[in-house]
């Protein structure tokens, strides 16, 4: 292999990403970055998206250019994985599936005047996203007026004795247009002083989430790419266009005629264009049917979004082979609230990934729960910032937590610049130095952060926009536990109902690899009775169980004595900092070790949370116990200390990260460290002549082998006496 990181076991891969503009079509315009990144960078894999203008995944001249590119990557010693999401071949599916497009639905309201006339005017809007910066806009291709509907209003909503569907002739279509539907009221005398709502339906350039042909035109597109030698395949953000704002006053909805009749089928008979104005004006008496027809629609976004991302993960299986790497975020704006509704229905926990993937300034907690989901080592953040400086943060306080950044070039930079200058400010030596430091840690441990506790909030609840607690996962919560030092996993409710969280065979909550010391279930407004029948089965057990918030209702709805449907031992905490000091001095109680305390903050997307420092000492889930130090020094500050690991005193001086495994003996297990000048354990010490970036651990067969970083290096005889089996990897030369 060239220059870089390169794998020597299986650990999980070093990514970056690579977003292709106008240059990399230019002939061999390829090679430019792809050099770069393998003289240097520690990448594997290049996680891989179009930003070009007019071009798309399905032109034949599109795929043979990637395919030249995956070919020359792999000479370099670097693999490709491609963004094959069917954004990027909008007009292909345009052309072949043209009625399967997506549609927003938008109520428009206006009053009627003395004479029962008014104009009403609808707009429609033009989105955009990542996908679409150097392309075309999710852009209105059509507007149609679908309903007109008249009604009464009190302080209480709609009064919907008074609701009536406006007849054609009572109303004049003045504009129907991509832009703007626009319509004049003729009601009659009767229906003076009341309020007409227009339902109006505009069709974007953009494939319908519930489109009959969808999966298969994904799975043809993938299929294209069968030979073109790439090792994986992204989707990023999937989910409806977006809407960045959380459609504050609910009166838009991501629509079509497919969507309708799966809510019809979702709902017993409902009927979605009706029940969209119930869900917008509430009506006076039907409280509880607006929750639950409210209820019935974000399910039904959440498990066809979540069924989608699931078939991608398959096809992509059963086309590349069952090592190829699905890849980048199901995460979109990055905080698990109000904007959801209208995105994927907060499928981030259904949409498989083979590690955990998030991005920018996703919550700790959804990483590390996400890395329980998928029983993945570690977890990737994809991010960007327009200061390098950030990065170094990133890289340092993501490694504590069990995590490694999926490095996006500069932002704006990175999208705006068509050569590679984004990419090399991200390569100087000193924070290339830092990544391959810590991804020594991935030699030496397959197990993500020891999270003692779990939030598991109420998904309805938290999507209802007619319920008590919307909008609310409890993330006050877990940053309050992060920041006492015990890490907390951030799990919706709909998990439980899935089958994903678990009661172990010694009495724990379990979340793939996790056992839980405690389990808070916050706001369960509208959950159904699994989960009352899955806290009554764990309670039988080792987890200490806990509730915020009063439950009174089912998922449709219906009065439901949900606090009485759980366990009578269940304790009910205060919602605020009381009941957080609660839960705290009982994993104390119960010899829960604190961790570092996550001092740091993310923010930069409105709502903030908490952050890991650069400094401290974390837990995976194996024993591996973990320092990080990089506060002031980009590729690591110094380490000297003694802790204990697995009750034994170790000794160890070293450059920003350390990891060590003891068996209950302490006996060595597994090392792995940034210019390690000493470490003692025991009768066991090593002390190289120089500081070395190393790796050691006892493989299958229960021999010691490692890894020294830096081809020019010698082995020390000091270390041989540990092992024989060493190998030397190439330091890859950063800019």
């Known amino acids: 292999m060239p220059s870089g990181w390169r794998r020597v076991t299986s650990p999980p891969p070093a990514l970056g990403c690579w977003f292709w503009h106008s240059a990399e079509f230019e002939a061999e315009g390829y090679k430019e970055a792809i050099n770069l990144f393998a003289e240097h960078s520690p990448y594997e894999i290049l996680t891989t998206s179009l930003r070009v203008p007019l071009r798309e995944l399905a032109d034949p001249e599109v795929r043979d250019q990637i395919s030249a590119a995956a070919r020359y990557a792999r000479e370099k010693g670097i693999a490709l994985a491609m963004d094959l999401d069917v954004r990027l071949a909008r007009r292909a599916f345009h052309a072949r599936y043209p009625d399967e497009l997506q549609r927003m639905l938008c109520l428009r309201e206006v009053d009627l005047n003395a004479q029962g006339e008014a104009i009403l005017k609808v707009e429609s809007q033009d989105l955009s996203d990542h996908y679409t910066f150097n392309t075309t806009h999710y852009i209105p291709l059509a507007g149609e007026l679908l309903r007109v509907y008249s009604y009464e209003k009190g302080n209480d909503g709609i009064l919907p004795e008074t609701v009536t569907e406006v007849p054609p002739d009572r109303y004049q279509v003045l504009e129907s247009t991509p832009e703007r539907v626009s319509l004049r009221f003729q009601a009659q005398q009767s229906e003076k002083f009341r309020k007409a709502c227009a339902v109006v339906a505009f069709t974007h350039l953009t494939p319908d989430v519930f489109a009959p042909h969808l999966d298969a035109f994904q799975r043809e597109l993938i299929e294209t790419y069968r030979d073109s030698g790439i090792v994986g395949v992204c989707k990023d953000e999937w989910g409806f266009p977006p809407c960045f704002d959380g459609a504050p006053k609910k009166d838009d909805y991501w629509y079509s005629p497919f969507l309708a009749e799966a809510y019809k089928e979702h709902t017993g008979g ?98 590390t729960s996400l890395s329980k989901k998928w029983n993945s080592p570690v977890w990737y953040n994809m991010y960007y910032s327009s200061d390098v400086e950030d990065y170094e943060t990133q890289i340092w306080s993501s490694a504590l937590a069990g995590g490694r950044v999926n490095v996006h070039p500069l932002y704006p930079v990175g999208f705006d610049m068509p050569r590679h200058g984004a990419y090399s400010a991200l390569l100087k030596a000193d924070l290339v130095t830092a990544q391959e430091r810590i991804h020594l840690l991935d030699l030496i441990s397959g197990s993500p952060l020891d999270c003692p506790v779990a939030v598991v909030f109420g998904h309805s609840a938290a999507m209802n926009w007619a319920g008590p607690v919307y909008d609310d996962v409890g993330m006050a919560l877990a940053d309050a536990l992060w920041s006492a030092g015990y890490p907390a996993d951030l799990i919706p409710s709909s998990e439980i109902e899935n089958g994903s969280l678990k009661v172990s065979e010694e009495g724990l909550v379990r979340y793939g690899p996790q056992r839980y010391q405690a389990v808070i279930l916050y706001h369960s407004e509208f959950e159904s009775p699994s989960t009352a029948k899955f806290f009554q089965s764990a309670s039988a057990g080792k987890t200490a169980l806990y509730r915020v918030g009063d439950w009174t209702m089912d998922f449709d709805a219906q009065p439901f004595d949900g606090n009485a449907a759980l366990p009578e031992g269940m304790v009910a905490l205060s919602d605020g900092s009381q009941g957080v000091e609660q839960v705290i001095a009982d ?34 889930l194996d024993g591996t116990v973990i320092l990080v130090s990089g506060a002031n020094e980009v590729s690591g ?12 005193r170790v000794e160890v ?16 297990e597994a090392l792995a460290a940034g210019g390690l000048k000493r470490f003692r354990v025991g009768s066991t010490e090593l002390k190289p002549e120089r500081p070395l970036d190393l790796a050691v651990w006892r493989n299958s067969t229960g021999r010691m082998e490692g890894v020294v970083l830096g081809e020019d290096s010698d082995i020390p005889p000091n270390l041989k006496s540990i092992s024989l089996d060493w190998r030397r990897l190439k330091r890859t030369q950063g800019l």
């Open 270 to 367: 409902g009927d979605f264009i009706r029940d969209a104005l119930l869900m917008t004006f509430g009506e006076k008496g039907r409280e509880a049917n607006r929750r639950r027809a409210i209820n019935h629609f974000t399910r039904l976004c959440h498990e066809r979004n979540g069924a989608i991302e699931t078939h991608f993960h398959e096809v992509t299986k059963e086309v590349f082979g069952a090592t190829a790497l699905v890849a980048t975020h199901p995460t979109w704006y990055p905080f698990p609230d109000r904007r959801e509704f209208k995105k994927n229905g907060l499928d981030w926990w259904i949409a498989r990934r083979d590690f955990a993937q998030t991005d920018e300034t996703t919550p700790f907690c959804v990483r």
């Open 587 to 620: 994993l104390a109680a119960r010899g829960a070790p604190r961790q570092f305390e996550a001092t740091g903050k993310l923010t930069g997307f409105g709502p903030s949370s908490v952050a890991p420092p650069t400094r401290g000492t974390a837990r995976l």
């Open 637 to 648: 500050d110094s380490i000297r200390c003694a802790t204990m690991v697995n009750g034994h």
């Open 653 to 668: 001086e070293a450059a920003g990260v350390v990891g060590i495994r003891l068996s209950k003996s302490g006996e060595l």
